[in-house]
């Protein structure tokens, strides 16, 4: 679901559809061993920042109602995304992981 209050269905994403839109909208992301998940590492400048930024990736995923897998150790964070709906990746791995992105972005230039 993309949406908690819309309901959006998500729209499985072709592998070569993902291999295209992990080149053009997610370069560092990369594409798991069994090819239905997406992963990215991240490390931040300290603990602090660390779980400011999983919080707005946990707000956002909430609201959307869909769920990463999340790792954390001090300030590296892994984060792999996957919509078990479509057994894969879909559309909304690709946006979730854009935000994901651009909120490590920010936490990641707050020192």
Same mark, same amino acid.
């Given at each position: 679901?993309?949406?908690?209050?819309?309901?959006?269905?998500?729209?499985?994403?072709?592998? /070569?559809?993902?291999?295209?839109?992990?080149?053009?909208?997610?370069?560092?992301? /990369?594409?798991?061993?069994?090819?239905?998940?997406?992963?990215?590492?991240?490390?931040?400048?300290?603990?602090?920042?660390?779980?400011?930024?999983?919080?707005?990736?946990?707000?956002?995923?909430?609201?959307?109602?869909?769920?990463?897998?999340?790792?954390?150790?001090?300030?590296?964070?892994?984060?792999?995304?996957?919509?078990?709906?479509?057994?894969?990746?879909?559309?909304?791995?690709?946006?979730?992981?854009?935000?994901?992105?651009?909120?490590?972005?920010?936490?990641?230039?707050?020192?």
């Amino acid at each position: 679901m993309y949406n908690k209050l819309s309901k959006i269905a998500p729209i499985a994403i072709s592998h /070569q559809e993902l291999l295209k839109q992990l080149a053009l909208t997610l370069p560092d992301w /990369q594409l798991s061993s069994t090819g239905k998940s997406i992963i990215k590492n991240y490390t931040l400048p300290n603990y602090e920042n660390t779980w400011a930024f999983l919080q707005q990736v946990a707000m956002r995923s909430h609201l959307w109602g869909h769920h990463p897998s999340i790792t954390t150790v001090y300030n590296k964070v892994k984060i792999e995304l996957t919509t078990h709906d479509v057994n894969g990746v879909s559309d909304i791995d690709i946006k979730l992981g854009t935000k994901i992105d651009k909120y490590a972005s920010y936490f990641i230039n707050q020192k």
